[in-house]
């Protein structure tokens, strides 16, 4: 190949924003394509905040992933000189008789050198007695995790991007018959055709529209309901620097973000019943009982991209080698961007072989 090769990435998320970054820094010609913009409220990557945590569960390579994105997400702070990290700390409340998950945790978390504590229920009530422990057997705190500013992550991502040389067109891929490859480029939805050397398609919910063969239902679409509650007037005890982020393996696990810029106390669950709101108010007053009677401010759903198995799908296409297939979040992917689009940009420009973990082959025929 003469001169810098040329790679288009379809989708301005935190895979594909971070993907196009890397590549770029690796010495390709990158074009990012995204048919609605960077975080916007269609993607898996909008919203306002997600959480920045490295506790995995037993047997994964999350965590190493995550704490070398945690230490990514840094490093570009202080190059681009904006906040997007909120180091509130992330508690893992730990269900007493029913703690493998946590238990399971702690060497990865060592294996990956990630800060932690363990912490009894007498501690965790000394730190942050705003919290009703009952039915909590101990707990993991990660004090250098927090919460992500989602939204804007993914504009300042772009603006990083297009800062190095990087060009981003909005707009959007026809699904036109590109499971046969795209020789000719690819159809835009103004018209105009775009044509490079390699494909790296990290556009969400949308995949399986654009390759229904390959992917089909091997993404779904699912959605989240998440709540912003009102905290006591005048109590600082909810606010970020008075309270961890916290995830409680309850039935069904619940997770919170405290402050949220103003936006209220964020609670969600992650598998949504049609009596969410009922349940997040009792579960709120339960674990938070000054909460008991909080005012609903807001309320979203976030849309999340699942695979059947919850790990990411990194891949080439099986039949067209310059196509890459990038996507799987399912609900935990935010966080890893930068880390992720690290690896892949070394993926593509080297031409090896993913982790057998994210390739397609794992779903058989």
């Known amino acids: 190949m003469v001169g810098k090769p040329r790679i288009t990435v379809i989708g301005a998320g935190a895979f594909g924003g971070w993907t196009a970054l890397f590549l770029l820094r690796r010495g390709a010609q990158v074009v990012l394509l995204d048919a609605w913009g960077p975080g916007n409220s269609r993607s898996s990557s909008g919203g306002e905040t997600r959480v920045l945590r490295c506790t995995y569960g037993p047997n994964q390579p999350y965590s190493r992933m995550a704490a070398r994105a945690t230490r990514l997400w840094k490093e570009h702070e202080e190059r681009w000189g904006r906040q997007l990290v909120h180091r509130t700390g992330v508690l893992w409340m730990a269900r007493a008789g029913s703690d493998e998950f946590e238990r399971g945790s702690l060497h990865c978390l060592r294996e990956a050198s ?41 504009q300042t991502v772009l603006d990083g991007f297009r800062a190095e040389g990087g060009e981003y067109k909005q707009d959007a891929v026809l699904p036109s018959d590109l499971e046969r490859g795209a020789k000719d480029g690819l159809s835009l939805a103004d018209g105009s055709k775009l044509a490079a050397d390699q ?34 007037a005048g109590d600082a005890r909810f606010s970020e620097e008075n309270l961890p982020a916290w995830a409680d393996h309850s039935d069904p696990f619940i997770y919170g973000i405290p402050g949220n810029q103003g936006r209220g106390f964020k609670i969600g669950e992650r598998f949504v019943s049609m009596e969410a709101l009922k349940k997040l108010r009792e579960y709120l007053g339960f674990r938070f009982p000054a909460m008991r009677n909080a005012p609903l401010l807001e309320t979203r759903v976030c849309q999340y991209e699942n695979t059947p198995d919850r790990h990411f799908i990194i891949d080439r296409h099986p039949e067209e080698a310059n196509i890459w297939l990038v996507g799987g979040g399912s609900g935990h992917g935010f966080k890893h961007g930068p880390a992720l689009g690290e690896m892949i940009a070394e993926l593509v420009m080297q031409g090896r072989d993913p982790d057998p973990l994210f390739r397609l082959a794992r779903f058989g025929t």
């Open 199 to 232: 494909y790296v398609f990290a556009c969400g919910p949308w995949m399986g529209k654009l390759f229904p063969d390959t992917i089909g239902d091997k993404i779904r679409s699912t959605k989240q309901d998440v709540f912003f509650f009102g905290t006591p």
């Open 114 to 154: 990630v800060a932690y504590e363990e912490l009894s229920v007498g501690e965790i009530t000394k730190r942050w007695p705003q919290i009703n422990m009952e039915g909590v057997g101990w707990g993991i705190y990660e004090p250098e995790a927090g919460c992500l500013l989602a939204r804007m992550a993914c």
